[in-house]
């Protein structure tokens, strides 16, 4: 069955230091798609990334960088540099096409990340 | 930009009650979600719906319904709302059809407590 764990329930590093938020993904589709949101204090998500199971090339934008392994079933996700401003829980999500009910996302529990100065 | 809009930000409910939540969203997207976040289990998807009159039952989707009547609103309903039942509710929307890799956007949430 489809699942998404997100081992770390709660990480608390200093400004600057970096760190990585782990997900780890179970699906029976050949062709799914990986995203990431965050959710700040004020509780909307927003949506940061997405990658498609066909591509396997790691992803850079600022400080934020995803590696993406199919043959461990991960995405992680790494801040660099991390700031006050990335304090937030962090979800990784799954969706897959099946029984032509496509585009369901399946999410982790979330990690909660707080960066503190 | 995309705008997912829930008519609630805080509610507050009597046990028994019956509840409706409702979510717009504006940009013509086929699929719509209903999920519930609560602390330690992260979202849990109670129904979707992929097309107007359309709904799917999601991982926990007892003591709840949905209607989708038209192709922008998808009300969340509690039957007979239980204190088990508070929560934060989030509505998302995704472009849908043979489209897989939208992202979904999301409301602001609702946070229900049943008293």
């Known amino acids: 069955a489809q699942k998404v764990t997100q081992a770390q329930t709660e990480i608390s590093v200093v400004e600057k230091e970096d760190v990585t938020l782990d997900c780890v993904y179970e699906?029976?589709?050949?062709?799914?798609?990986l995203f990431w949101y965050k959710q700040p204090p004020s509780g909307e998500l927003v949506f940061l990334i997405r990658?498609?199971?066909?591509?396997?090339q790691n992803e850079i934008s600022g400080r934020y960088s995803w590696n993406f392994q199919k043959s461990t079933s991960s995405f992680n996700f790494t801040i660099t540099a991390s700031q006050v401003v990335d304090s937030a829980v962090y979800f990784c999500?799954?969706?897959?096409?099946?029984?032509?009910?496509?585009?369901?996302?399946?999410f982790g529990k979330g990690t909660k990340l707080s960066v503190k100065p | 930009d995309v705008k997912v809009t829930q008519s609630s930000r805080y509610l507050v409910k009597r046990t028994g009650e019956k509840v409706f939540l409702e979510c717009v969203q504006d940009?013509?997207?086929?699929?719509m979600f209903w999920y519930r976040q609560d602390p330690g289990l992260g979202l849990r998807l109670i129904y979707f719906?992929?097309?107007?009159?359309?709904?799917e039952k999601g991982d926990i989707p007892e003591g709840y319904s949905v209607s989708r009547e038209k192709k922008e609103r998808f009300s969340l309903i509690l039957e007979s709302a239980s204190t088990n039942q508070t929560s934060m509710y989030l509505c998302?929307?995704?472009?849908?059809?043979?489209?897989?890799?939208?992202?979904?956007?999301f409301g602001q949430g609702t946070r229900l407590t049943v008293v």
């Open positions: 999500a799954l969706s897959e096409y099946y029984g032509g009910s496509q585009g369901n996302l399946i």
């Open positions: 990658r498609n199971s066909f591509d396997e």
């Open positions: 998302a929307s995704s472009l849908g059809g043979d489209i897989l890799n939208t992202e979904a956007f």
């Open positions: 699906t029976r589709d050949t062709t799914y798609y």
């Open positions: 719906s992929y097309d107007v009159k359309m709904k």
């Open positions: 940009m013509d997207h086929e699929n």
